[in-house]
């Protein structure tokens, strides 16, 4: 019963550095989404996706790239990481009446 | 474009005791509007939703919410806490008129205590 699954969980960058976070669902749902949660700032949507081979921008997006390769999975990219690239990020799932989130990647840009 | 004002950032509640957090929202139609609860270092669970139909939603834990399309408001009230209600809540509404396929715009969060 693994739902929404984001990994890595916790990683530390250097300024520059380069990454990705990968989602995977098992839901089969159309719709996916990155968001990022800052303390005070509620969650914000950063890109999205509605179905394979689809992306879209969402209110965050600058810094960050996004792939839908196959419709369980979404990715991430942080092409040079920024300290204001610290956060918890979470990827969800949907259907568009219900959205399911992961657990959240905790990451820290030094 | 849409929008959500959870007024309250903080809430402290004794236990046992009733509780509402308030949320307000702007959108031109008919909102899809959510709430979720954050525990400390977990993900969102889902308590409830409303699309249409009865303005009075029940959702999981015994938690349940009203929706004021007079007020532009979506409240949520539980008539007795226990302490593992402690954590953030978040209210939500859907992003554009796609049906909610283009995710959702959150509230900044109400971070709720319980005293004992």
């Known amino acids: 019963n693994a739902g929404v699954t984001q990994t890595p969980k916790f990683r530390v960058l250097k300024t520059g550095q380069s990454m990705t976070l990968l989602c995977a669902q098992d839901m089969n749902h159309e719709y996916m989404y990155w968001y990022r949660q800052d303390p005070g700032m509620g969650l914000r949507l950063i890109h999205y996706s509605v179905g394979e081979g689809t992306t879209a921008k969402g209110e965050v997006p600058d810094g960050y790239n996004v792939s839908r390769l196959k419709k369980q999975n979404f990715l991430l990219g942080l092409e040079s990481a920024a300290p204001s690239q610290t956060s918890v990020y979470f990827c969800a799932s949907g259907t568009g009446n219900t959205i399911y989130f992961g657990e959240g990647s905790w990451l820290t840009v030094v | 474009a849409q929008s959500v004002t959870q007024p309250d950032i903080h809430i402290t509640v004794s236990e046992g005791a009733s509780l509402e957090l308030r949320c307000n929202y702007s959108y031109g139609a008919t909102p899809y509007l959510f709430w979720y609860v954050q525990s400390p270092g977990q993900g969102l669970q889902l308590l409830l939703k409303?699309?249409?139909?009865?303005?009075l939603v029940q959702g999981i834990k015994g938690f349940e919410a009203e929706f004021k399309r007079s007020q532009s408001s979506f409240n949520l009230r539980k008539p007795s806490v226990h302490w593992s209600d402690a954590a953030e809540y978040f209210c939500?509404?859907?992003?554009?008129?796609?049906?909610?396929?283009?995710?959702?715009?959150f509230g900044k969060g109400t971070h709720l205590i319980i005293q004992p």
């Open positions: 409303y699309f249409s139909g009865d303005t």
């Open positions: 939500a509404v859907v992003r554009g008129s796609g049906g909610g396929a283009d995710g959702l715009t």
